[in-house]
């Protein structure tokens, strides 16, 4: 008897660690490669805004977190650095500054969200037409699925 529970008790844990690390692992796994240094060099030309990604946000941790230059063009959202992996991230334009879930839920509402982020060495994002970036202080990425703060970046 005790040894049918034991026998069950760790293999369902195993099966619940694969899962997991099947979650975090997948992302990496099937991202697309991140821009090479030389496409990020010509998107971020002619930057009106520079900021950057800090691992110390408030609301980043050990799983969910960024780092580097964030380069805010008319056309495109350019970083230079990290994220940590992970699925469904999405980029936002803020008019106030966020460093964690409460506040980005909070005001949520008034945040356009501009595009999805595939790679996690670096992205350039599109800004759509229409979108004035001046309008905006701040960016941040968001991990839709989990409804998870990743990092943010107050730009003016």
């Known amino acids: ?93 803020m008019t106030q500054f966020v460093e964690d879930e409460a506040g980005f839920e909070a005001a949520r509402a008034e945040a356009l969200q501009i595009g999805d982020i595939k790679s996690f060495g670096g992205f350039v994002v599109p800004v759509p037409d229409g979108v004035d970036v001046r309008q905006y202080s701040t960016v941040v990425v968001w991990c839709e699925s989990f409804g998870e703060f990743i990092t943010s970046a107050q730009y003016q």
Do not use: C, N
Not at 27 to 39: C, F, N, R
């Open 1 to 93: 008897m005790f040894r049918r529970l034991f026998l069950t008790v760790t293999h369902l844990g195993m099966l619940a660690l694969g899962f997991a690390l099947g979650i975090y692992f997948l992302p990496i796994l099937t991202a697309p490669p991140s821009p090479d240094g030389s496409e990020i060099e010509a998107q971020a030309a002619g930057a009106l805004f520079v900021a950057s990604f800090d691992r110390d946000r408030q609301g980043s941790d050990f799983l969910h977190w960024g780092e580097g230059q964030l380069s805010v063009t008319e056309r495109a959202i350019v970083h230079e650095g990290k994220l940590a992996p992970g699925p469904d991230y999405k980029l936002y334009l």
